[in-house]
């Protein structure tokens, strides 16, 4: 039998990734996200039911939050990482040795801002509490999710929704509760935190009496955080789209207006099928509301949404007493 070659660790994925990301995607949703950061500082300078006090703190770690965009500027060195073709529980021992070595030699040295907990490749994206960091990777900037070809609606609906959501994750029931160093400090007066509670309540009453599977209600409280942030995140986008494309003549498309199209795009993230018994496994375990009410939910509070697609009051997509937090 041949000697077993060892090879360098090469990460195809990112190599493939790279020749798709073109620069004008990035710089895309460079625009995109600062467009959603300044809704969101529109938004919380105009909050009636919030003090100038906490007002100033929310601002404050606003400001601060850094924007992850793409890929890390420094990456990450494998070269110390020998992969063995057939030989794949080793190739897994390794590499977990290797992970294992790479963070306890973070031990003693400065934090390293810089770092990101997801790779290039992957779809999704994610908010660090202690990091103060929002996060998206070049994965989840790629088509079907975000296309630099098609025009701001859905592109906005889509991953301006998901930036906006993992911007409000900063400023939900758990990342209020962090400062802007990503300290854990409550930095919300008492009246204020109160009126915060009061309308995650909503949230979490709306959200409680949906059904995920069979009699099986969605936990409400379980999921506030997530259902806050998309909730935020769906609002903050479709205002920055509008003032991103402010004396714009936008024509419809495909047999949508810009507005539908918004939402259309909106609601293609979630497309999915899950089997009863997962639905029943997350209905008590996941933080994430079901697909259909994070997109169904979500919009039944946005009077926006009513208009566009003229549901009339007293329809099911039409909530009467909606919520709304940020």
């Known amino acids: 039998m041949a000697a077993t070659k060892t090879l360098p660790f090469l990460p195809i994925a990112l190599l493939t990734l790279a020749k798709t990301f073109a620069p ?20 919380i300078q105009t909050l009636p039911w919030m003090g ?31 992969i063995q073709p057939e030989d794949f529980a080793g190739n897994v021992i390794r590499a977990s040795e290797f992970e294992s070595r790479r963070q306890l030699n973070k031990i003693g040295k400065p934090l390293d801002r810089g770092e990101w907990g997801m790779t ?4 999704d994206a994610y908010y660090d509490a202690q990091m103060n960091d929002i996060n998206f990777p070049a994965g989840v900037l790629q088509p079907p999710l975000f296309d630099p070809k098609m025009d701001d609606a859905p592109n906005y609906g889509n991953t301006g929704a998901t930036i906006g959501h993992e911007l409000t994750h900063g400023f939900d029931d758990e990342g209020r509760q962090f400062d802007a160093l990503g300290n854990l400090k409550d930095w919300w007066t008492e ?22 599977v069979d009699d ?14 998309d909730l935020g995140g769906a609002m903050l986008a479709y205002y920055a789209w509008k003032h991103a494309t402010e004396g714009q003549d936008l024509k419809p498309a495909d047999g949508l207006t810009p507005d539908q199209r918004f939402f259309v795009g909106m609601a293609q993230w979630a497309c999915g099928e899950v089997r009863p018994e997962l639905k029943r496994e997350r209905a008590l375990t996941d933080p994430h509301s079901p697909l259909e009410y994070r997109i169904n939910g979500v919009v039944s509070n946005m009077p926006e949404f009513r208009k566009g697609f003229g549901c009339a009051v007293g329809q099911s997509m039409v909530r009467e007493n909606a919520c709304r937090v940020w």
């Open 120 to 123: 290039p490749p992957t779809v």
């Open 216 to 229: 099986i209600h969605i936990n409400g409280k379980l999921t506030n955080g997530e259902d806050i942030a």
């Open 191 to 212: 009246k204020d935190g109160a009126e915060f509670d009061r309308r995650a309540k909503c949230v979490v009453d709306q959200y409680s009496s949906y059904i995920a």
């Open 24 to 43: 004008e995607t990035k710089d895309r949703a460079v625009k995109m996200t600062k467009e959603i950061e300044a809704a969101m500082e529109r938004d």
């Open 52 to 82: 100038e006090g906490t007002r100033r703190q929310a601002l404050a770690k606003l400001h601060a939050i850094v924007s992850k965009i793409g890929y890390p500027d420094k990456w990450r060195d494998y070269s110390a990482l020998a």
